[in-house]
């Protein structure tokens, strides 16, 4: 069974940092591009960096260029997100996301992703 679970979403302060997790079961998470998603209260879901499979590749959105960075570990089949320096508008529902549709570069296009864990709640607030 293919499934994707987040965690480590929390309660920060502005200017905090937070490490979230997306561990795969049932597939090779070095097989697939993997992204972060994010979707604020009231807001559209947007994609937020994203990492290729094969070589490695990152694509980040500019809000989070120099703050967030996406890194895997194959041994663990987990993917990680590193928030440094966030701010109020970070907070929002975080979802890691495996897709199979390009090779050699990832999108931060929803479509592009077939598989979707449940999401990790982070909130950045005094």
């Known amino acids: 069974q293919v499934q994707l679970v987040e965690s480590g979403g929390d309660l920060v302060q502005p200017g905090g940092s937070l490490r979230l997790s997306c561990a795969a079961s049932?597939?090779?998470?070095?097989?697939?591009?993997i992204a972060w998603f994010r979707q604020a209260p009231g807001k559209e879901r947007e994609g937020v960096l994203c990492?290729?499979?094969?070589?490695?590749?990152?694509l980040y959105v500019d809000s989070v260029k120099g703050r967030f960075t996406i890194s895997r570990d194959n041994a663990e089949n987990t993917v990680y997100l590193q928030m440094n320096s966030l701010k109020p508008e970070d907070t929002a529902v975080y979802y890691c996301?495996?897709?199979?549709?390009?090779?050699?570069?990832?999108?931060?296009?929803?479509?592009?992703?077939?598989?979707w864990g449940q999401g990790t709640q982070v909130a950045v607030s005094s």
């Open positions: 996301a495996a897709g199979r549709r390009h090779i050699g570069y990832c999108t931060n296009y929803s479509y592009d992703y077939d598989y």
């Open positions: 049932g597939f090779t998470l070095d097989d697939y591009n």
């Open positions: 990492i290729s499979r094969y070589n490695g590749l990152r």
